[in-house]
């Protein structure tokens, strides 16, 4: 037995190693180059589909027939939700969490067919969409096929089958010890590339799945489609060296929500980015949002201003920015638990809205046709008002972008420390109010504006 002054310092040194081991662990991953994604998604923008939401019918072909709308916004990776069958025993709300899957070789009744989905992939891909689609392999629901083997589950001590996570209650955790049950869920996986032809999956809560399965996957379904990409639900830098292309910016979108909400000041968002940079792999790919399934509506909780000041900072940032069901038209119906669990549809003719349909394809065009945003980088700008005021430039060497976001509900008048200044001009973004006179020396934003500025770099240079 350890007595008691020595047991302390077993745990000290303890501890001591295990900060260690991890600091050298994250050492490793950030010295390390994250795998590079495909162009179309480097260069992209994705937009998620609750396809129960997203049209009145709430099915595939719902979805089919808003595919010219999605194109002519200007994204171009669609992000299907779970479309397997939901499960009956112990499913939450009057529809169930479409994450509580009864057989991953199915599609829900209520969405349609086989066919169904092969159309709506065939005619996002003769309009230049890519199809992902969301994959639920840390459980399955109470019902599902699988409970067959009930060896590829969890279970306690008592030999009870249980969930990933206790409160969880409406799904069973499956147990990655099982080599049958990996095996099962990668030729899983290589069914719908092969069936249907999709893009590629959103692999929801992955960090809570065993990285090696993930290693294992992608070397499966590469043999299948080369330029496929997963999408992990995480922020765990692990999973972007071999096995994923992009994860969440789970740290930016909260920190970004919490300044909105006047609980930190406009510079921890500078903070939280570069924290973030340290911890991951040379050139991680992040998916950045301000909106999702899981979130109430951005719009519903900050106003339409403060939801496009959100989004603004999304698309001027690195990394794939996402739209999500009906925040173009700036729906808020209720969205995450429990309205996850119910059908609740978007309404796309909201009134006392701005032109937001218009704002965002200005932005999505402005980030397309400058790399700037996407590859360039980023330099936080010192302003007079860090609590409210955010400010920044990208850069590409070839062009220079000043971004300015007020995340305050009330106007600003700042003066902001950039040489050179006069030599940026507003960039015009349709149905965007504000005045053209507002320069950066002397700037002028209303609560929640933002504004845009370019100049050539080349101009500059040779100055």
Not at 321 to 348: H, Q, R, T
Not at 360 to 380: E, M
Request: with cysteine.
């Amino acid at each position: 037995m350890i007595k008691p002054l020595r047991q302390c310092r077993w745990f000290a040194v303890a501890g001591l190693c295990a900060l260690l081991l991890a600091g050298n662990a994250d050492a490793q991953i950030t010295n390390r180059a994250a795998r590079t994604a495909p162009a179309w998604l480097r260069d992209g923008v994705v937009y998620e589909v609750f396809p129960r939401a997203f049209s009145a019918e709430g099915n595939l072909n719902g979805v089919t027939a808003r595919l010219d709308q999605l194109k002519n916004l200007g994204v171009n990776v669609l992000w299907l939700m779970p479309i397997h069958p939901v499960g009956l025993e112990q499913r939450k709300g009057s529809y169930g969490s479409p994450y509580a899957a009864r057989d991953y070789y199915a599609i829900n009744p209520d969405y349609g067919t086989k066919d169904d989905l092969k159309r709506l992939v065939f005619e996002a891909h003769q309009r230049g969409l890519k199809v992902i689609l969301d994959v639920v392999l840390l459980h399955t629901s109470w019902d599902s096929v699988l409970m067959s083997h009930p060896e590829f589950y969890k279970h306690d001590a008592g030999g009870k089958i249980i969930p990933p996570v206790p409160e969880w209650n409406d799904v069973a955790g499956l147990n990655f010890d099982q080599p049958e049950l990996r095996q099962y869920l990668i030729t899983m996986l290589e069914y719908w590339i092969k069936e249907f032809d999709l893009d590629g999956f959103r692999c929801d809560t992955a960090s809570m799945v065993p990285t090696p399965f993930w290693e294992e996957a992608r070397a499966a379904l590469v043999q299948l489609k080369p330029d496929l990409i997963l999408l992990a639900e995480s922020d765990k830098p692990e999973l972007l060296t071999n096995a994923f292309d992009i994860d969440y910016a789970w740290p930016l979108l909260n920190t970004v929500r919490n300044v909105l909400s006047g609980a930190a000041p406009a510079s921890q968002i500078e903070r939280t980015w570069d924290a973030d940079l340290k911890r991951y792999p040379r050139g991680a790919l992040r998916l950045t949002m301000s909106d999702n399934h899981d979130q109430p509506r951005a719009v519903a909780c900050f106003g339409a201003a403060g939801a496009l000041a959100a989004s603004a900072l999304m698309f001027t940032l690195d990394g794939v920015p996402l739209l999500y069901n009906g925040m173009e038209v700036g729906d808020a119906s209720e969205s995450g638990d429990p309205a996850l669990f119910e059908k609740v549809p978007i309404f796309w003719e909201p009134k006392g809205r701005p032109p937001l349909r218009q704002i965002y394809r200005d932005l999505i065009k402005l980030r397309k046709q400058n790399p700037a945003f996407r590859t360039g980088s980023v330099q936080w700008i010192h302003n007079r008002d860090p609590g409210a005021l955010l400010t920044y430039v990208r850069t590409d060497g070839k062009d220079d972008f000043f971004v300015a976001i007020n995340f305050s509900n009330r106007p600003i008048a700042s003066r902001v420390d950039l040489d050179k200044s006069a030599e940026f001009a507003p960039v015009k973004i349709s149905g965007l109010e504000n005045s053209e006179t507002s320069s950066i020396a002397d700037l002028h934003l209303k609560g929640f504006g933002w504004r845009i500025y370019h100049r050539s770099s080349t101009l500059a240079a040779a100055q």
